[in-house]
């Protein structure tokens, strides 16, 4: 079974910090990673994924994770904090390469990022 | 804007009543996922379907039925609504041979 750890269910930085969200996952496959935002009274938006080739990966809104297998993590970063960064942010896994459609994701439960003027 | 809408977007009803709750998109995808997001637990798969009257259990499917008869419409129907059912509800879709599942705007639930 496949699962995620976010480390954190709240994280404050300040305007211009970096920012630092976790995301550690078990999977018995290749996983697939995908880091998901959502603003307040929205659904939930894609901000980067990794499937295969490189482990860096460059998503909106300035946002990058790199996908480490050895440390089974696919934490996200931006050098610079903004004020319209405030939201939630979710990492998830896929249970399998997404080519069959019956492939689920998993979430973690989420992390709360504030922004601190 | 992956043309997905969900009625009704906030509910407030009663314990014991049926409820169903609507998905709608308006690209003939092929996938369709509900989600329920709670607090404390991200978000958790509850049915999905892969095609026209083709459907299967999520993690947490109790309570809870589905169906599609059209590719463009996936229905969730509680039975008969509890207060632990209290949750915002996300569609998702995906189309097949791709890797990337788009959400839906929630529908707020309230179940007194």
């Known amino acids: 079974a496949q699962s995620v750890t976010q480390l954190g269910s709240h994280v404050s930085v300040s305007e211009g910090a970096l920012v630092l969200l976790r995301c550690n996952y078990s999977s018995s496959v290749p996983p697939y990673l995908f880091w998901y935002v959502q603003y307040p009274n929205q659904g939930l938006q894609l901000l980067l994924k990794?499937?295969?080739?490189?482990?860096l990966v460059k998503g909106i809104n300035g946002f990058e994770a790199e996908f480490k297998k050895s440390e089974t993590s696919f934490h996200l970063t931006k050098p610079s904090a903004h004020m319209s960064d405030a939201a939630e942010y979710f990492c998830?896994?896929?249970?399998?390469?997404?080519?069959?459609?019956?492939?689920?994701?998993?979430f973690g439960t989420g992390t709360r990022l504030t922004i601190i003027p | 804007d992956a043309g997905i809408t969900q009625s009704p977007r906030h509910k407030v009803t009663e314990t014991g009543t049926p409820v169903t709750l609507r998905c709608h998109q308006t690209?003939?995808?092929?996938?369709m996922y509900w989600y329920r997001q709670d607090p404390g637990h991200g978000l958790r798969l509850i049915h999905y379907?892969?095609?026209?009257?083709?459907?299967d259990k999520g993690e947490v499917s109790d309570g809870y039925s589905v169906s599609r008869s059209k590719t463009e419409d996936f229905l969730l129907t509680l039975e008969s609504a509890t207060s632990s059912q209290t949750s915002v509800y996300f569609c998702?879709?995906?189309?097949?041979?791709?890797?990337?599942?788009?959400f839906g705007p929630g529908t707020r639930l309230t179940v007194l």
């Open positions: 990794y499937t295969t080739g490189a482990t």
């Open positions: 998830a896994v896929s249970d399998q390469p997404l080519v069959s459609g019956n492939e689920k994701l998993t």
């Open positions: 998702a879709i995906k189309e097949r041979g791709t890797d990337t599942q788009y």
């Open positions: 690209e003939n995808h092929r996938y």
């Open positions: 379907s892969y095609g026209v009257k083709d459907t």
